[in-house]
């Protein structure tokens, strides 16, 4: 089987500006009690330059081949109107990237954003979730566990709450990447501190609760290399031996799984020596939060694949975070993969 270079993680931060400005107008109706205009329309080589001048040049450049590819991420913004609103937006963002996966089909596959919404139940999520897997093609979702925008006003990931999620993806047998939206609350920067802080809650909830027992196949992909967890792994080891959990590597860690989005050597180096090379995802989360140069290297902060190339792995270690996790833990995408040869 030939070896793929699959990114976990992009966002289309390219969309055509006519969708963002819907966006604008859908919230402005919202708020003088209108319903949303009609969508735009978009053509196929308005799409195709979105992405050839973007994701796709980068790609071919750093040297991947394929991008889990969902709706920008800081865009959800589930806080934002009501849940009729997060449906529509949630629908609009969804069916733009199976038009991106359409056009490119071998370089993108879609994972979906869902219509949460705060104080709302996940019925529409579970129907959204459905329609982009079985209609779309869709092999995974992303799910806010904060969808108040900072505020966290709702139930952590282990409440029973987000259970009918959770079965639906066991249905579906597709993963979710836990990952929140933009900010309301001035105390976090969106991706400096919002996001960092939601991966590292993420897990710990799942250190507190005991949700992989309820379901033990499912399986959680958190982003940014785990937040601040790999960086003080003793410290949440010592947590669930304080807790009287079993340890972590049987607690959680069948099922959770954290992406390379950390910019610089360092990081990359500690996260593969403490975390199991298997529980770890090649992503680079471009074009994303972090688009500069850095200085001390000359080189995109999230160029990821360098890091992963000067780490001191194995060509079989390498293998597993290039493809072979990924394959494994979206096996829809493995499925399709296969179907062509690959």
């Given at each position: ?6 990114d976990c ?17 859908q919230?402005e ?31 071919r450049?750093?040297?991947a081949?394929?991008?889990?590819f ?16 997060s ?23 879609g994972v ?8 709302a139940?996940l019925?529409?999520?579970?129907a ?31 409440d ?5 999620v ?29 996001y960092i802080n ?12 005991d949700?992989?027992a ?16 790999p ?8 947590l ?6 079993p ?16 910019y610089?050597q ?8 403490v ?6 995802l ?38 597993q ?7 494994r ?10 179907e062509?040869?690959?």
């Open positions: 089987m030939n070896q793929m270079i699959i993680h992009g966002h289309y931060t390219t969309a055509p500006p006519q969708h963002d400005a819907w966006r604008k107008r919230l109706e919202f708020a003088e009690g209108r319903p949303a205009p009609a969508y735009p329309r978009i053509s196929d080589d308005e799409i195709r330059e979105s992405i050839e001048q973007n994701q796709l040049r980068l790609l450049e750093r040297g081949d394929m991008t889990i969902s709706p920008r991420a800081s865009a959800m913004a589930h806080h934002l109107g009501d849940e009729r609103v449906i529509e937006w949630s629908r609009a963002c969804n069916d733009l990237i199976a038009r991106v996966v359409g056009l490119f089909p071998d370089t993108f596959v979906c954003q869902l219509p949460q919404s705060p104080g139940d019925k529409a999520s579970v959204e979730l459905e329609r982009c897997v079985l209609e779309l093609g869709f092999v995974g979702c992303n799910l806010n566990p904060d969808p108040s925008g900072g505020m966290w006003t709702g139930p952590p990931l282990t029973r709450y987000w259970y009918p959770f079965e639906k993806m066991t249905e579906l047998d597709v993963p979710a990447m836990v990952h929140v939206s933009s900010s309301c609350n001035p105390n976090f920067h969106a991706t400096g501190a919002h939601a991966d590292t809650t993420a897990f710990m909830q799942f250190i507190q609760g949700l992989f309820d379901f033990p196949n499912l399986r959680l992909v958190i982003p940014h290399g785990g937040g601040a967890v960086y003080h792994w003793g410290r949440y080891r010592g669930a031996d304080m807790l009287k959990k340890p972590l590597r049987e607690h959680v860690m069948n099922n959770v799984f954290f992406d390379t989005c950390v610089h360092p990081g990359i180096d500690l996260l593969l020596q975390i199991d090379v298997g529980n770890v090649f992503g680079s989360e471009m074009v994303g939060a972090v688009r500069g140069i850095d200085p001390e290297t000359g080189r995109y902060f999230d160029d990821t694949k360098r890091y992963i190339d000067a780490a001191e792995l194995t060509e079989a270690e390498s293998a975070v290039f493809s072979g996790n990924a394959r833990v979206y096996p829809r995408l493995d499925k399709a993969l296969r062509r040869g690959l």
